[in-house]
């Protein structure tokens, strides 16, 4: 393997890169507008542009990368994680075209990849899942009879879900009718991707990395414990999982190899599980690439794991992991405040430093300047602190977060200081027990109903630079400056040949001489989030509190995101309160109801579409709405009448 292409981007694509390089590996990255000029993109071989503005048209354009590994002769793709990392048709794909697809074979992902094929291949394996029905159900006395033997609450999960998406929790009876009316294929629902679960309420998060090569030789590198969450997303990990007795690590350790060897897995992977009070083990699912928390397993076993990734898809053999050392936390730095209950936030990284000094490592992918918009996930690096044992690493997580600063984003740092000193966190109350469960960061520091499921995007102050010109104004040379005698220093920026990033420095006095302005050519230029421009600041219906109905009957998207779903049609009737689009911003679904009786009039948005915060989704008719109550306060008025 001489050259490899990342599909990916941000801190992932920055971490391969950087372990490629060290193996002498040429690397060639991809790039959207919006990540023109991060990081990875400047610290790659080669970098090629992704024209278009949504993720279909950039991370999620299987051909153009294709195309682009033919361009730049890559002779492997490594998916990172997100976007194509566990699409088995890209990864067919891939070799198809004569690459090395640095993940497991295809037909491993199609078997893990959907959670339902999981919890069937998970019996299969003699690994015991949540209990559930592993089949979709489009019959509800069925589940309301699982509901029923197995008692509320109850989850119902999306097959295709992932990250916290597409989980909804039943707690009663009348919950599980109005979700299952919601779905149903009679208003063009969705019901055939959900199944049914146990709602397991006090479990840890528990995981293993795994790894496996085509030799049949199977290692666990780590225990996980990502229970620290929100919205079923991860916030904080360590490795080793602190607490766990023998038995429990042993099944571990004996469901992660049943799962490798049944599907003659080759690479590495994460399975994930539910650990009890009760220490009981529940299969959850197999993660089949290399996930954000990898890191604390790198630190407490010392083994490069993108490294054993490119090995193990290179044919060589993998690395039999030692005994951990240790311990390691990961704290992901999100664009969420905390103040607002971790709602997603965007806007320009105005200054930022990072904490160093003994056990700390820093895996970023923005810098300073860099415009976090909410097209992408919410998380810009992660911190990771290693010390001796638990109690030390905490300590020392701390230290960093004294010394840690970020401004022009708010980020979850404040709340991780909070989690880091509570009781239940360190076990050091009064009961001595590890306290800390999926749910325990929400209950503890957050609102039951967050904020975040209503709120938009904020406002990004993108303001141009005082120092910065634009490129068209280096066109063409004004006045009569002479070339002469000038000082040698040179200005280096990027520019795109046939879609190819490339390097170019040029003298400072030819910049002089060329620019209207005179003014030095900054070197970083934050790029506007869509729809505002480097000169003007976006416009202030960029940010809603709520989906609204303006005076004409369109309903307005509350946030910036991707439609998943339209739950109506035109000509339809709908009441107040019923669910007419879903929503998806950073890993979270939102639900757009109606706010008034009325007949929808107009669709303008289509699944797959990004639409802006205050884009108008649909339009309403709201004359039979404004005639009820017309007719509620006449028939009010004559009862009034009638009284008096």
Known sequence: MKKLLIANRGEIALRVIRTAQEMGIATVAIYSDQDRNSPYVSMADDAYHLPGDTYNETYLNAERIIEIARKSGAEAIHPGYGFLSENSEFATRVAQEGLTWVGPRPEALDELGDKITARRFAVRARVTPVPGLSEPVKDIHVLIDFANAYGYPVMMKRADG????GITVVRNEDDLRAFFMSHDSLQGGDLDKYFIEKFVAQARHVETQCGR???????VYSTRDCSVQRRNQKLVEEAPAPFLIPDVEQKLQTFSQRLFDTADYVGLGTCEFMVTPHNDVYFLEVNPRLQVEHTVSEEVCGIDLV???LVIADGGHITQAPHPRGHSFELRITSEDPSKNLAPGSGVVESIHFPSGPGIRVDFGVAQGDTISPKYDSMMGKIIVTASNRDNAIARVHRALKEFSLT??????????????????????V???????????????????AHS???GQPQSVVNRAPNSIEPSELGSSHGNTQLGAHSSTNTTFYVEIDDRRMKVSVPEYVIAAVSTSHRPLSTRKSQPLRGASLTTAPSSSASH????VSSNGEIKAPMQAVVTRVNVAVGQKVEKGDLLVVLESMKMENYVYAPLAGVISEIYADPADGVDAGEALLKMDLTNHAESKTDQKSTQKDEKNKEA
Do not use: C, M
């Open 162 to 165: 992932g990250g916290g998406r």
């Open 213 to 219: 090569d085509s030799h049949g030789q199977f290692t």
């Open 307 to 309: 490294r054993e990734q």
């Open 408 to 429: 022009g984003i708010s980020t979850p740092v404040a709340l991780y200081d909070e989690i880091f000193s509570h009781d239940d966190f360190t076990a050091h109350g």
């Open 431 to 449: 009961s001595g027990q590890f306290n800390v469960t999926t749910k325990w960061l929400e209950n503890t520091f957050l609102n039951q109903q």
């Open 453 to 455: 499921t209503r709120a």
């Open 545 to 548: 509190n709520d989906s609204s």
